[in-house]
């Protein structure tokens, strides 16, 4: 850990808790991330159901590192997510309107039904969007952070990533090629242990902090299921990254709850540990802090509806028609000059 970043984990003292320094309250990330469970619990119900097609890739245990990542970006900040990228996505503004209808394929969805699970996006809030194939969102996020470094001004991109993408050769390209450019991005490895089925101890042979090293990049790792933590180191990289305009590594250990996807029998899996969840962790310290149970039990019910009236109102929603499917394939001729 950097120095800044040891000094933040040392002041985490009982009066120090409940803010970030300057960010969000700890009540708001705790909605946030309330907010992300419950979507995620309607996504396994209705892809139960038949409702949304495709497969889907859940991110129970994980969500302290979307909420704390995000409450330090702006929307021009620019974010490219992984096939578990709900959290992602939520966190950095996709309302859940847009979200569950393009979840369920709706013509009115955040990309008109065409992306779903694994590619949604939203480019109004800087969600360059999900991506099915493992590691496949560094490279789009190293372009929008060198484009972000050639219009001036402060902004940055970042990039999720699970370590089961350690091994993948585009995550060395472009640790590379944003040393050698000076590119304004953060990196942020989402360590839950796993490669799809295989822990990830058996598949790589380095640790991240080595491989940064190895470019040159300041590397940070963290607890990734306590949000406050999470929050406030990622304050201060952010803030660095603004100001020196370079890279940055963030590693977070946390916890995949689900399996790999939804249906995963987990046969494979027989965690010594039981899973840490940073929803109950954030809620320990609430009650702690003399939050009573009556307070979040009426923010909780006030998430549940919120999702529920997303979930109500895009089953109601259109299906695409089928003279639709060529729509934004081809070009309108004279359109491109």
Known sequence: MGKGIEAAADQRGAGARGRNAGGPELIELYRRMALIREAESNCGALFAAGEIPGFIHLSD????????????LRPDD???STHRGHGHALAKGLGLDGFFRELMGKADGACKGRGGSMHVADLSVGMLGANGIVGGGVAIALGSGLAQRLGGGDGLAVSFFGDGALAEGIIHESLNIAQLKRIPILFVCENNGWSEFSPTATQVTFTLEKLAA???IPYFGIDGSDVELVAECAAEIVGRIRRERGPVVLECSTTRIRGHYEGDSQRYRNDAVP???PLAIARTRLEAQGMADAELEGLEAEVRQAVKHAVDAARLSPEPTIGSAFDEVYAVAGAIR
């Open 61 to 72: 245990g994980q969500e302290a590192v979307s909420v704390g990542v995000m409450a330090s």
């Open 78 to 80: 620019t974010i490219a």
């Open 214 to 216: 190895a470019y040159g």
């Open 275 to 277: 899973p840490v969840d």
